[in-house]
T-cell receptor, first 119, second 111 residues
Framework: AQKITQTQPGMFVQEKEAVTLDCTYD???????LFWYKQPSSGEMIFLIY??????QNATEGRYSLNFQKARKSANLVISASQLGDSAMYFC????????????????FGQGTILTVHP | DGGITQSPKYLFRKEGQNVTLSCEQN?????MYWYRQDPGQGLRLIYY???????QKGDIAEGYSVSREKKESFPLTVTSAQKNPTAFYLC??????????FGQGTRLTVV
């Protein structure tokens, strides 16, 4: 069974500062992917970044980076140089896949962290 | 443009009524998912399907039903057995190990 835990219900950060959103996961699958999504108040889900379990390098996408520590089963999202538009709910998610690159099973989400960026 | 479309955006249901939420994708994705989101909460999986004519229950399937007769379509029916259906419903699709694409969501309210 998969489980995603986000222990920070809310986080505050000053504009232009960096912030880390925590995510820990649990799975018995040998191969999996970890995702982060942003959900503004409009409700849309915006994909931010992906990390494969066998990727050697931590993923980065612009101001977003994923601090992947496989032994600790953590996949924290780091947002650098926060902007007012970063204020939103952030979700960590996990999906399993086989060695052939086919996903299977559930795509499981955490409870989310509400990020508020102060000017 | 390729994408995933949910309709309607807003839906009102009377007590004891079944309603169906539509989800269509033209991304040629194999897997499709339905999630429920309550205010300020995370996404909870209702049903998912990885191939036509096959689907599995998620964590909160009671009171819901789905079908997957075509690859492009994965409608969700909220039955009268679902006692507290007021929520935001999100449909997603995915292929391979890539990220899931989401629709814009349907807000269902019981009146």
């Amino acid at each position: 069974a998969q489980k995603i835990t986000q222990t920070q219900p809310g986080m505050f950060v000053q504009e232009k500062e960096a912030v880390t959103l925590d995510c820990t996961y649990d799975t018995s699958d040998p191969s999996y992917g970890l995702f982060w999504y942003k959900q503004p108040s409009s409700g849309e889900m915006i994909f931010l970044i992906y990390q494969g379990s066998y990727d050697q390098q931590n993923a980065t996408e612009g101001r977003y980076s994923l601090n992947f520590q496989k032994a600790r089963k953590s996949a924290n999202l780091v947002i650098s140089a926060s902007q007012l538009g970063d204020s939103a709910m952030y979700f960590c998610a996990m999906g399993s896949h086989n060695a052939g690159g086919t996903s299977y099973g559930k795509l499981t989400f955490g409870q989310g962290t509400i990020l508020t960026v102060h000017p | 443009d390729g994408g995933i479309t949910q309709s309607p955006k807003y839906l009102f249901r009377k007590e004891g009524q079944n309603v169906t939420l539509s989800c269509e994708q033209n991304l040629n994705h194999d897997a499709m998912y339905w999630y429920r989101q309550d205010p300020g909460q995370g996404l909870r999986l209702i049903y998912y399907s990885q191939i036509v004519n096959d689907f599995q229950k998620g964590d909160i399937a009671e009171g819901y039903s789905v079908s997957r007769e075509k690859k492009e379509s994965f409608p969700l029916t909220v039955t009268s057995a679902q006692k507290n259906p007021t929520a935001f419903y999100l449909c997603a699709s995915r292929t391979g190990v890539a990220e899931a694409f989401f629709g814009q969501g349907t807000r269902l309210t019981v009146v």
